[in-house]
């Protein structure tokens, strides 16, 4: 075969047949009403106030010839070199990074440095659709964090100079100017694209959470309206976090965490609804089950050591507001809640006191339960506690850890002001507000302790992330959560913790630019002094040292370490010399299509990638009779596997060493085969080569 560049792809055509269907609707559908539902999942900012912009459509595919006046929507300076920088291709790939990974084999989160437009489309083809969850916290434009200064001619090129890899005369290894940072066009730029692809890479019900404060928070509003769609806009949250006494005016304390779904519809489809377990609800559970050993069946002396209990906790203490769970019975801890009908006007009817068998004083808003008979039901399940006399009327029990009937009337009734609900086997759990409050300083002290010096000024909460990402993904079962502005590696600890306790399926995916810590800065300095010159090497030994923690150890984890770099395939450049001299001299530069330094695993990566296989895949050498340097690569979450050669040469018998059949993927070296070898792989699987 002659040598090429890239991937070429040999297959035989397969027969398909119709197999047995749902009967077929008697009328064709609506074409247009179709087209029109996909044209809107897939491209949403190509509909102004409902209706299709034909030429927005034109300009985001790349095919608009007459610019003429834009239309009503967000626009910017540089919009259309953003929309371009999104369409461009990535000529680079990521290799691993071994000595920087913690148990690399078995890993099951990826942490990459690199610059992370470049990083999102190499991976666009092995997360399209698969992500549950991103929060990125990007920069706040506020004139000084604004480092990502897009080259709209060529990215990568800017990345590799950025990081030493390839030479230049200028010097661009630090932050881009600070006015540079000023400009909301700049910013905005910076953000579309990178939107652009997230949005790709999360599944239908998948949301992104980003982070934001006043200075672009109505911009970043404006532009998810354009790439998501306003209606799958689901909360603009506010993260109050402590007040500052100093302010002239008002304290400005708060920051918003906008809240997007992929499709808010999908999400509806699928009845979703958030919840979570009530902060110290599990603390009384504990406490209750104790005191029930000590104490058999004496609910009364249960409830006498439960209430000094509560009173004994610290102000502050998740579990004191929940002290209304004071009273005991078989099922555990509750407290009484309202027995009247919502809203009014509900039904009247006698309810015997057990002890005085006089008529209960009826609810102004009459009885929940719609006859005497629901309510005596609910009676004699416990669930219903009288007064000591008829003259006021009984209430309704709420259990800490609900049992099933009070689940049920919860579905036919409006929820309580703190809206509990609960699955029959967990503690009660409640419906979360748009705005809640968390101390900055909490994350600060954590981090230096962890650290063992200040490295980041403003690092997020983990524990508050964590809280977060498991209201969002707790219905999921292996939720991949995606951070591409990881910087203090806040997200990444977050999802180690919840794999660990409640969410073990949890895995996530964290890009960070290898941005140089500032000398000049109080954290810099500290960063300097322990050795670790880029944010990325701050937050890969931050994530060392939290897998090592006592707590982390039932479930075994570790990350793996990618860099962004150049590819290890040669690409065909074309000659300036038109001569046949000229061509065969390219041609023979192109004899071998791996670039001079090449590694066999570096190159594995590379074409697994461009594959679609994700990077938590396993990479495993083939013996026995197969060509030496053969590897069999496995994505353990889509069960794709894919056979890999980069013998310098393949001979027939040991092609059929590798016991290769349709529709098995194999990939080698262009040069490696013959005519005749190269035939008879393309009749026995699906042949690719370099």
Request: proline letters at 5%.
């Amino acid at each position: 075969m002659s040598a090429t560049s890239g991937f070429h792809f040999v297959s035989a055509l397969a027969q398909s047949g119709m197999s047995k269907a749902d009967r077929v609707d008697d009328t064709s559908p609506s074409l247009k009403a179709e087209l029109l539902v996909r044209l809107r999942n897939a491209v949403p900012e190509a509909f102004s106030d409902g209706q299709l912009d034909l030429a927005r459509l034109a300009e985001i595919a790349g095919e608009a010839t007459d610019v003429g006046p834009e239309r009503y929507g967000l626009t910017w300076p540089g919009k259309r070199n953003a929309i371009a920088m999104l369409q461009a291709p990535s000529r680079a790939t990521l290799v691993p990074q071994r000595d920087q990974s913690v148990n690399f084999d078995d890993a099951q989160h990826v942490f990459i440095e690199g610059e992370n437009l470049e990083v999102l489309k190499l991976l666009y083809k092995s997360y399209f659709g698969r992500v549950k969850l991103i929060y990125i916290d990007p920069p706040y434009n506020t004139g000084n964090d604004f480092i990502y200064n897009d080259d709209f001619s060529d990215p990568l090129a800017a990345y590799l100079k950025q990081t030493g890899q390839m030479s230049e005369d200028g010097d661009m290894t630090t932050s881009a100017p600070e006015k540079a940072g000023r400009f909301h066009s700049n910013w905005l730029s910076m953000m579309y694209p990178r939107l652009s692809m997230a949005r790709q890479m999360l599944k239908d019900e998948g949301v992104i959470l980003i982070s934001i404060n006043d200075a672009e928070v109505a911009n970043l509003r404006q532009l998810c309206d354009d790439v998501f769609g306003p209606e799958n806009f689901i909360a603009q949250m506010v993260w109050e976090k402590g007040r500052k006494n100093d302010a002239k005016l008002l304290s400005v304390g708060h920051e918003y965490i906008l809240v997007y779904a992929r499709l808010l519809s999908a999400l509806k489809e699928a009845k979703t609804i958030w919840r979570e377990e009530k902060p110290g609800a599990r603390e009384i559970w504990d406490e209750y089950v104790q005191l029930r050993a000590k104490h058999g069946d004496d609910d009364k002396t249960i409830e006498a050591f439960l209430q000094l209990w509560y009173a004994a906790l610290p102000k502050g203490h998740p579990s004191k507001k929940w002290s209304r769970y004071k009273r005991v019975d078989k099922n555990g801890p509750w407290r009484d809640r309202d027995i009247s009908w919502p809203g009014g006007d509900g039904p009247r009817y006698d309810v015997l006191h057990p002890e005085t068998k006089q008529p209960c004083r009826v609810p102004e808003r009459g009885w929940i339960y719609s006859d005497p008979e629901e309510m005596q039901r609910q009676i004699d399940l416990g669930l219903v506690e009288f007064r000591d006399d008829h003259t006021e009327p009984p209430f309704r029990k709420f259990h800490i850890k609900p049992v099933s009937q009070e689940l049920a009337d919860e579905d036919e009734t409006d929820f309580d002001a703190d809206e509990e609900a609960a699955d029959e086997e967990e503690l009660a759990t409640q419906v979360r507000g748009s705005v809640f409050y968390k101390q900055s300083q909490v994350s600060v002290r954590y981090l230096r302790e962890l650290m063992g010096a200040k490295v980041f000024d403003n690092p997020k909460d983990h524990e508050e992330l964590g809280r977060l990402f498991k209201y969002v993904a707790a219905g999921e079962e292996s939720p991949i959560i995606m951070d591409f502005f990881a910087g203090s590696g806040s997200t990444a600890e977050a999802v180690i913790r919840l794999a660990s306790n409640g969410l073990q399926g949890a895995k996530f995916v964290a890009v960070q630019l290898p941005e140089a810590v500032n000398p000049k800065e109080r954290t810099g300095k500290a960063a300097l002094a322990a050795g670790w010159k880029t944010i990325t090497e701050v937050t890969r030994e931050r994530l060392r040292r939290v897998l090592k923690a006592e707590d982390l150890q039932t479930v075994p984890q570790g990350f793996r370490a990618f860099r962004l770099t150049t590819t290890n395939i040669r690409r065909w450049a074309g000659t300036k010399d038109m001569t046949p001299e000229g061509y065969m001299a390219q041609m023979d530069a192109f004899a071998d299509t791996l670039l001079p330094g090449w590694k066999p695993e570096d190159v594995i990566w590379e074409v697994a990638l461009r594959e679609g296989f994700s990077l938590t895949s396993k990479i495993a050498p083939i013996s026995n009779s197969a060509p030496a340097g053969s590897w069999r690569v496995t994505d353990p979450e889509t069960e794709r596997t894919f056979t890999i050669c980069l013998a310098e040469h393949i001979d027939l018998e040991q092609a059929k060493g590798l016991g290769l059949t349709k529709p098995d993927l194999f990939v080698c070296r262009d040069t490696a085969l013959d005519d005749t070898v190269a035939a008879n792989l393309a009749l026995q699987c699906t042949l690719k080569v370099l």
